[in-house]
């Protein structure tokens, strides 16, 4: 009885809402603070590295669980990671590819691990999306993408450290880089992961971070030896 009725939840219920990735992909699973805009209300802006490295322990703890991960890659509140399952025929997919368990299970050993590694007594949440993109030049797309909201961000954020929204609006890229310098300060001169952001990646026996990342439309061999190549 037990085990019909198991059946029948599970046809009839479980099963429908099951979703797999296709096969022989690249994947990607970005994981984002859910409302960072206020959990970050009283830290320093524009720039807190104890949230960075937080997110950076996160981010290795979950490359070193996620089956298939290639490296990760992260700037503000959110970290983009890239799995595969090319090599070997049967090599699997990380939860057999199953897309309720992958951003679940992401965003909670995320969460788990950024908060052992930070301090404060606020609690963060984080959503994860997972999607396969098909192709290998998307996949860099993807991370320039990212890497471009990185600079258009953090330039905002400096920005928006000296003037209020308003006097901001309408400003051109080059005009807050003239603003920010008659502050005296200067967007070219902040560390370098704040401007382009940060990559985990493997080295020979464990995941570590890279906080000196080139401009990957600069470098494009640096990402190209990040991203695996379709069997
Ligand atoms: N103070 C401070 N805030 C940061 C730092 N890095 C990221 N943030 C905050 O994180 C926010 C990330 O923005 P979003 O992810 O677009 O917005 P969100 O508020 O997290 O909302 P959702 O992601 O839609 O849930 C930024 O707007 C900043 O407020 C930092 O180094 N210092
Ligand atoms: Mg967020």
Redesign the pocket.
């Known amino acids: 009885m037990n085990d019909e009725l198991g059946d029948r939840i599970k046809t009839y219920f479980e099963d429908p809402a099951r979703v797999l990735l296709p096969r022989k992909t690249w994947v990607v699973v970005r994981i ?18 104890p ?2 490295d937080a997110l950076d322990a996160a981010a290795i703890h979950v490359c070193e669980q996620m089956t298939g991960c290639a490296f990760a890659y992260g ?4 970290y983009s990671f890239l799995m595969s399952d090319f090599g070997r025929d049967d090599s699997r997919m990380w939860f057999d590819g199953s897309v309720q368990k992958i951003a679940s299970v992401s965003a909670s050993l995320f969460t788990a691990a950024f908060h052992r590694a930070f301090a404060e007594p606020g609690l963060a949440a984080f ?1 994860a999306r997972v999607f396969a993109i098909p192709n290998r030049a998307e996949v860099e797309k993807y991370f320039r993408w990212r890497q471009d909201d990185a600079s258009r ?1 953090s330039l905002n ?1 400096l920005a928006s450290h000296y003037y209020s929204h308003e006097e901001l609006l309408g400003k051109s890229a080059s005009e807050k880089h003239d603003l920010i310098h008659d502050k005296g300060d200067n967007w070219a001169k902040w560390p370098a992961d ?1 401007k382009r952001g940060r990559v985990v990646r493997r080295t020979e026996d464990r995941f570590a971070v890279d906080a000196e990342i080139p401009i990957f439309t600069r470098d494009a061999a640096y990402l190209d030896s990040l991203i695996p190549r379709a069997d």
Not at 32 to 39: A, I, L, Q
Request: charged residues 30%; neutral net charge.
């Open positions: 984002d603070g859910k409302g960072f805009h206020t959990f970050t209300r009283n830290m320093p802006r524009p720039y807190h590295r949230l960075a700037q503000s509140d959110e959503d961000n954020m704040f």
